[in-house]
Nanobody
Framework: VQLQASGGGLVQAGGSLRLSCAAS????????MGWYRQAPGKERELVAG???????KYADSVKGRFTISRDNARNTFYLQMNSLKPEDTAVYYC?????????????WGKGTLVTVSS
């Protein structure tokens, strides 16, 4: 059971990227999902989160620019990032509560680096 994040890269300010996070293994379902980021010298922070339903929350710094979504059939969730700014540069991590036959627990994906040039 694991989470695999992808989609990071180098983009110019004002550009867009879409991050994906896929859950794999013997999974019965995925409940809450979230994207976090950690910039150099800073603590990891929540960027966006989504519950099993449609409740979403965003950090103030990304509201109106980032959109979190999920595809329950594929056990995958996404972070669409538009109007990127240099201050969005960070390693982005996905996190999800995965439901297995052993119960539910939180998993982290390996980070994917997003670099926004000015």
């Amino acid at each position: 059971v694991q989470l695999q994040a992808s989609g990071g890269g180098l983009v110019q300010a004002g550009g867009s990227l879409r991050l994906s996070c896929a859950a794999s293994g013997s999974i019965l379902g995925v409940s809450a999902m979230g994207w976090y980021r950690q910039a150099p010298g800073k603590e990891r922070e929540l960027v966006a989160g989504i519950t099993f339903g449609v409740n979403k929350k965003y950090a103030d710094s990304v509201k109106g620019r980032f959109t979190i979504s999920r595809d329950n059939a594929r056990n995958t969730f996404y972070l669409q990032m538009n109007s990127l700014k240099p201050e969005d540069t960070a390693v982005y991590y996905c996190n999800a509560d995965l439901i297995t036959y052993s119960g539910s627990r939180a998993y982290w994906g390996k980070g994917t680096l997003v670099t926004v040039s000015s």
